[in-house]
């Protein structure tokens, strides 16, 4: 069933595109307007924060699964459930009466949020390497990347557009009506699943393993040093991530129908492009380290440091079909990492925290913008090494693992850096080697804060560095051209 001469098109493309920006774009926006819904719900700050994350959640554990159950039963059917999933979510997040029913509405809209998001991510990004080929291939991904990395980018911004013009409650009545257009443009795709694709059974065992690993381990980086790094709990976590996390490989290497197959990591090139997306995403961090310090630091509203952040979103939008023209002419490795060096400059300025405000809002606008030109450079180049170098019979569950790689980097990659400010920020004394090293202008009793952040920025500037090795020396040149059998 897999030998289909089905062609993709431009309105197929759109639909694919609007599928997921019902997640990226709107849903996405929940974390800015959170403060408002919170005061029009009646919802206590703690019950909201659980509702913004869990749609991450869900979409970051059930991502992988949802790939290899579409290849096996089916990509369009899985694809449409996810749609499907998107309207009843945003309909209930939407509808979510003031008082006690609030929560219920909430968090079960998020979790169907996310998981519509688990469904059609892989699916479309699968499809996309089934139904299109070369320069086409790579035009789309570029296309279908901009409702990722744009739509996240701008969705800040639009929530609150639209929050303060018609309302909270039609950001979640324009995802349904995105969700419903996606719907009727793609519905002339034919059904593809992989051949021989038989009854599929889902890895409980192995998502279960691998949610208690992960949640010890977020616990672990977050409440470390509220912990303190020797107390028995601080162990006790490290302990059940080493614990789980060994099951989670041992139950994976002999589960028939494994949540992670990991013999698709026997192929380098795949390797190298998921653990740079891994790394590259993980970057992210410098976003909530360093909005964080000009609210705290400079003591800047959430609004006037969101719209530094501007020049990120245009820029992801203006140049991401750039990455595609790089990665048609120099293949995949050569614009990876020229992305990875262009963030790593983006972190570098955003690292200069012992200059004056007004200077560092000048960096700040530039390296905004530098961020997201790197992001354009990388994403249709890794994209497209990760997923043209797998069978077609494993592009679900590749587009699963490769997108997953994205939703656990950002996690950690913020939950680190945020804990390393956190950490500093929290001293009633600046660290002295520091401040011997780089004199800090200004105020001085803002110092830790600025600490803080410079050394939580370092550690995002190591993961820079990372993608930049990781390519190096898993992907070859023109690694768009090599096929490695699995």
């Known amino acids: 069933m897999e030998t289909i001469h089905y062609k993709g098109n431009d309105k197929v493309l759109f639909g694919f595109i609007l599928s997921v920006l019902t997640f990226w774009l709107f849903a996405n926006s929940m974390m800015n307007v959170s403060p408002v819904m919170s005061e029009t719900l009646g919802m206590d700050a703690n019950t909201m924060n659980i509702a913004v994350s869990l749609a991450a959640l869900f979409s970051g554990i059930f991502i992988v699964v949802v790939g290899g159950l579409a290849d096996s039963i089916g990509r369009v059917k899985i694809f449409r459930i996810g749609l499907w999933l998107a309207i009843v979510g945003s309909l209930l997040v939407a509808l979510a009466p003031a008082g006690k029913a609030a929560t219920i509405f909430l968090l079960i809209g998020r979790a169907l949020q996310g998981l519509s998001a688990a469904f059609v991510m892989p699916t479309s990004l699968g499809m996309l390497k089934i139904f299109w080929e070369g320069k086409e291939r790579q035009r789309a991904i570029s296309l279908w990347s901009i409702g990722t990395f744009g739509g996240s980018g701008l969705s800040s911004l639009t929530g609150g557009i639209i929050a303060s013009s018609l309302g909270w409650r039609w950001i979640f009545f324009f995802a349904i009506a995105v969700a419903v257009v996606a719907l009727f443009l793609t519905k002339e795709l034919p059904e593809n ?33 509220k912990f303190g790094w020797t107390n028995w709990i601080t162990i006790v976590l490290v302990a059940i991530t080493v614990v789980f996390g060994y099951l989670f490989i041992h139950i994976e290497n002999r589960a028939p129908f494994a949540f992670v197959d990991f013999k698709l990591f026997k192929n380098k090139i795949f390797t190298g492009a998921t653990l740079a997306n891994f790394f590259i995403n993980g970057t992210a961090g410098l976003l909530i380290v360093s909005l964080t310090l000009m609210q705290r630091g400079a003591q800047f509203s959430a609004m006037e440091a969101g719209l530094l952040t501007l020049g990120f979103a245009i820029a992801v939008i203006l140049f991401i079909r750039v990455g595609e023209k790089l990665l048609q002419k120099f293949g995949a490795k050569k614009p990876i990492i020229w992305g990875a060096l262009i963030i790593g400059v983006a972190i570098i300025l955003l690292m200069q925290t012992q200059i004056m405000t007004g200077q560092y ?44 790689a994205s939703s656990l980097g950002t996690s ?70 090599t096929e490695e059998k699995i």
């Open 193 to 225: 699943k992989r051949e021989g694709a038989g009854k599929y059974k889902i890895d409980w065992g192995g998502i279960a393993v691998f949610m208690i690993a992960m949640l010890a381990l977020q616990i672990f980086i977050t409440n470390g040093n």
């Open 361 to 404: 809002v000048v960096l700040a606008v530039i390296a905004y913008s530098l961020f997201g030109l790197g992001l354009a450079f990388f994403a249709t180049p890794a994209t497209d090494a990760a997923l043209s170098n797998l069978p077609d019979n494993q592009a679900g569950t590749g587009a699963g693992i490769f997108k997953m």
């Open 412 to 481: 950690f990659g913020i939950a680190i850096a945020a804990g390393i400010y956190t950490a500093v920020a929290s001293r009633s004394d600046p660290i002295a080697w520091l401040s011997n090293l780089i004199g800090f202008a200004g105020r001085q009793d803002n110092v830790p804060v600025r600490q803080g952040a410079m050394l939580g920025l370092a550690f995002c500037l190591l993961l820079a560095v990372l993608v930049i090795v990781t390519v190096s020396v898993l992907i070859p040149d023109k690694s768009k051209k």
